[in-house]
């Protein structure tokens, strides 16, 4: 996804820039609205106004930051870990610079699009009680210090970049750090009042199937639109996401089946959204053969692994963001080691596999790929919520709040007047 940027505007490609508007416009509607909605039905009446509110709010300040410095310490050309000042506040970007062949704002803003929804993406984590102040202050922190760092190392120039690691649309920059993220913030933040003894059911699944149709179509500009062009590695992006999408919504609904008689919608769209997140960083290095195994696997693996992190581990991550988004994106991010080789018949890799390492080497850099991400990931956003919560003299509502509802007791507002 790097692109060097240059000043000459004949460069132009209209083909390339019009898919990319596109795409941009995509990504955006994945967080506002279906990201909105589909943690929105998710969780319990009293807070789907909190919720919505999170994810929009999200979407402001993560877009100004990354105006003011994210752009700039990300694809900066700085060292490389982090990228340098010379793009503050998009500065020498004008209609005539170019990234590659597209407009440079267009490659900034299609980037944007990437920062909004990955800080987002931890909220369904820490949902129905954290202080919505909280929240702002830890999402803007973690933009800067997790997000920006690791996109930088990855497709900035970085040296996770240099060695070769292979992550197309951001298994390791966004479901990754999202994941563990959320997983981090489960554990400092502790549980819901009444977990594991309290029935907690999505208050609106009429709304989460919503939003998960409107993921469904925005992913095809989330990893199609990741290769910059409009060419054949965007059109096989698009096509192995869509098959690694309703493999993993099949095979999750096919466990269910088998193992509670009856299949449920909830298990259909996150089998969905696994598929969908598992996919992502292989998407430009796969052929239609391998999306079908990585779906089913990212079905399977990512169903049990929520069974493990709240029954086994006890841990209450509210919608299932580390066992969908970090073990998909962790599944993936391996996964497209394998199957980016050129030597595996009709499973082969698709686009890129040229240029591919052995097998053996390139999962072995994938690998070190996702223990360097999880660990500084974990570690930073640990430090990161201790520190808002002496900011904010503690990360939770009180007890009362979170029985009454983060709606009324954070936003004075109702979600629904019956």
């Known amino acids: 996804m790097v692109l060097a940027p240059v000043v000459n505007a004949s460069g132009l490609d209209g083909a390339n820039t019009a898919w990319i508007l596109t795409a941009t416009a995509l990504v955006l509607f994945m967080t506002l609205p279906g990201l909105s909605l589909f943690y929105g039905g998710l969780v319990r009446s009293k ?26 310490l990300s694809f900066g050309e700085g060292n490389a870990y982090i990228g340098d000042f010379s793009n503050v506040l998009f500065a020498g970007m004008g209609r005539d610079t170019l990234a590659g062949d597209i407009p ?10 990437f920062a909004v929804i990955t800080p987002a ?29 690791v996109c930088h190392w990855v ?27 959320a997983l981090v913030a489960a554990l400092v933040i502790g549980q819901r009042s009444g977990f ?9 699944m009429t709304m989460t199937i919503t939003g998960a149709g409107m993921l469904w179509v925005g992913w095809f500009g989330f990893n199609g639109g990741s290769a910059l062009a409009a060419n054949g590695d965007a059109a096989m992006a698009m096509l192995v996401t869509h098959i690694s999408a ?10 269910e ?28 290095f796969v052929g239609p053969g391998g999306a079908l195994v990585i779906g089913l696997l990212a079905g399977v693996i990512c169903f049990f692994m929520t069974q493990v992190v709240k029954r086994v581990w006890k841990i209450d991550d509210s919608l299932d963001v580390f066992p969908v988004h970090g073990v998909g994106g962790i599944l ?15 499973f082969s890799g698709y686009g890129f596999s040229d240029a591919v390492n052995g097998m053996g080497e390139q999962v072995w850099v994938q690998f070190l790929g996702v223990v360097i991400t999880f660990t500084y990931t974990a570690v930073v956003t640990w430090i990161l919520l201790k520190i808002t919560g002496v900011l904010t003299s503690g990360l939770r509502v009180t007890k009362e709040e979170e029985q009454i509802g983060l709606d009324i007791t954070m936003h004075e507002e109702e979600g629904y007047k019956l």
């Open 246 to 255: 309703a493999a993993g919504s099949l095979a999750w609904m096919t466990i």
């Open 47 to 72: 807070n789907i106004l909190s919720v919505l509110m999170q994810c929009f709010a999200i979407a402001c300040i993560a877009s100004l930051l990354w105006l003011i410095v994210g752009y700039s």
């Open 155 to 181: 497709w900035g120039g970085g040296f996770l970049g240099q060695w070769g690691l292979l992550d197309f649309a951001g298994g390791t920059v966004v479901h990754i750090t999202a994941g563990v993220g």
């Open 196 to 204: 594991a003894t309290t029935a907690m059911p999505p208050h609106n």
């Open 257 to 284: 089946w088998i193992k509670f008689r009856k299949p449920s919608v909830l298990g259909i769209v996150t089998g969905m959204v696994a598929g969908l997140g598992t996919i992502t960083p292989a998407s430009g």
């Open 104 to 113: 440079e704002p267009l490659f900034a803003l299609f980037q944007m699009t």
């Open 332 to 346: 993936g991010t391996l996964l497209a080691g394998v199957f980016a080789s050129p030597h595996l018949g009709v």
């Open 121 to 149: 993406l931890i909220v369904g984590a820490f949902a129905e009680r954290m202080k919505f102040s909280s929240m702002l202050i830890f999402s803007a922190f973690w933009l800067l210090a997790v997000y920006v760092p």
